[in-house]
């Protein structure tokens, strides 16, 4: 009983520390959004909060995180893909990447809180994964900012969160906007993050440790169809899934 007690007041904790956070970080970042685009886009300040915030949130929570070769981040913009099995995939996310200039293709539904509404119309592109023409529209909306601001993407290739601890099928989304912005694919494997956070559980188990794998940076073959390096790409996130049920002697993810 006191181990659940103790995540049930480190999650009361979580929650309203978190939000205070919250809200002056967006009332720090809000003046930002409507700067011209060469400054909300290309400016390093705004990521650095948004990193320095995501970072603190993690650590309100009491979450510990370590990055295995994070050398494999480029200087240059990549498109950069993650598994998805929990909201703080977003967090560690932001916190990896610093203040590098970086847009998400995030989902439509998150529009529906006015202030975040905003603030992904200023500086990332929402999608409608459920209609086919509104996604690739969204595709080359968020093609021509990415190449007009030289920032990275984020996206998770799944099209929504899974928190059974399988990697599900990959949409072919990120390896088309890799071969128009002619720019690397680069994986990386979140491990850990359902169990600490599920979306059916709102608890924050604080020691469960979280772990970020950077993957080499990925190109589609000559020859190759955008089907089948999704398939690739897809195949390196399960080899690094069967490798944490190995280590551990149990699924954690």
């Known amino acids: 009983m006191t181990g659940v007690r103790n995540i049930v007041l480190r999650t009361l904790t979580t929650y309203l520390v ?4 919250s809200v002056l970080f967006f009332l720090v970042i809000l003046p930002i959004t409507f700067l011209p ?11 650095r ?6 970072g603190l949130c993690l650590w309100i929570a009491g979450l510990s995180v370590s990055v295995v070769d994070a050398h494999n981040l ?5 498109v950069i893909v993650m598994n998805h099995g929990s909201a703080l995939d977003i967090f560690l996310a932001e916190k990896l990447l610093s203040d590098a200039p970086r847009m998400w293709l995030s989902k439509d539904e998150y529009k529906k809180t006015p ?6 119309h200023r500086m990332h592109v929402t999608v409608d994964a459920s209609s086919p023409t509104k996604a690739a529209q969204s595709l080359k ?3 021509k900012k990415a190449a007009d601001h030289g920032a990275h993407v984020l996206l998770f290739p799944e099209g929504g969160r899974f928190s059974d601890g399988k990697i599900h099928r990959f949409f072919k989304g990120f390896s088309l906007l890799s071969s128009l912005l002619k720019r ?11 169990q600490a956070f599920s979306k059916e559980n709102l608890l924050v188990r604080h020691a469960v440790p979280l772990t970020l794998v950077v993957g080499a940076p990925m190109v589609r073959r000559v ?11 897809r195949r390196w996130f399960v080899a690094k899934a069967e490798d944490t049920v190995q280590v551990l002697g149990r699924d954690v993810l």
């Open 37 to 47: 685009p060469s400054w909300r886009y290309q400016g390093r300040f705004f990521y």
């Open 18 to 21: 978190g939000l205070v956070v």
């Open 49 to 54: 909060l948004t990193s320095w915030w995501s």
């Open 74 to 78: 480029p200087a240059a913009p990549a």
């Open 184 to 194: 690397s694919v680069v994986p990386v494997y979140i491990q850990n993050a359902a």
């Open 223 to 233: 020859g190759e169809s955008h089907d089948d390096f999704a398939i690739r790409v």
């Open 115 to 120: 202030l975040l509404n905003w603030i992904l």
């Open 141 to 143: 909306t968020l093609h």
